[in-house]
């Protein structure tokens, strides 16, 4: 398959002098269940780090005052949630209705859990929502081999499997798709009209005419919770008005880089995902200076 391949890393627009929390976007993020509540805070803490203006996490009711404690310059929100602790079908609805005029991209998926309220609401985001979304983790569980819900969204759709995931929602094996990552990614994010975000070392990019791998990064940043980080980096970027496939280019490249950097502070071995939100901004500055 033939595509083109990106070698630059785009950059964001110097801020204005009188620039104010309106002009850098509103990250919407729906995450967290019972046991979860941390994936969902990686997420909105790495969307502040990453230069959103304002982060509203929309969580399960019952892990929103744990989400809440983590970081104070987020808002949270409570959904009503089932007895496992998973956001209910008609609430999550209903509060993703509300919120969607004030947001400038939905992040949906880390720590979310798998229920059947849970993947008849991812069902309805994909028929429903109209703002740029990504989708990650237990969101890409939901969809699993009904991949037609994934189509006919203009290029406004990013994904963010790992192989395991991508095997799910190609139908091919693990090794498969590890034996050819950029064509069985960029086949998929054409047959879509899509960005693939698909993880792992070399992190591969596309949205199927385009193609970039990433070279940043490290064997210590294999730990729970960095896709989370990624997920709210890419939101974002979208968020300060980056197509979706340049947001993702730039979110692989400066989450790779904030592991990098806390690599060479810490080392690999110990290092967690809260380690990479720590190393965003120092990320970013890099890439400004």
Known sequence: MAFERVDSIPILPKRPSDGHKGLFGTVLVLAGGRGMAGAAALAGASALRSGAGLVRVATAAEVQPTVATFEPCYMTYPIANDEDGYIKLEAGKKALAKWEEHASVLAVGPGLGQSEDLKALVRWILESIKLPTILDADALNAIGSETGLLSGKGKRLVITPHPGEFARLSGLSIAD?????????????????????????????????????????????????????????????????????????????????????????????????????????????????
């Open 177 to 289: 798709i590890q034996a050819d990552r950029e064509t069985h990614a960029a086949e998929f994010a054409a047959k879509h009209e899509l960005v693939v975000v698909l993880k792992g070392a070399k992190t591969v990019v596309t949205d199927g005419s385009r193609l970039y791998v990433n070279k940043t990064g490290n064997p210590g940043m294999a730990t729970g919770g960095s896709g989370d980080v990624l997920t709210g980096v890419i939101a974002a970027l979208i968020a300060q008005k980056l197509p979706p496939l340049e947001a993702a280019v730039l979110g692989v490249y400066v989450h790779g880089l904030a592991g990098d950097i806390s690599r060479d502070q810490n080392g690999e071995v110990g290092m967690i995902a809260g380690d990479i939100v720590d190393s965003l901004p120092d990320a970013f500055y890099h890439l400004s200076s």
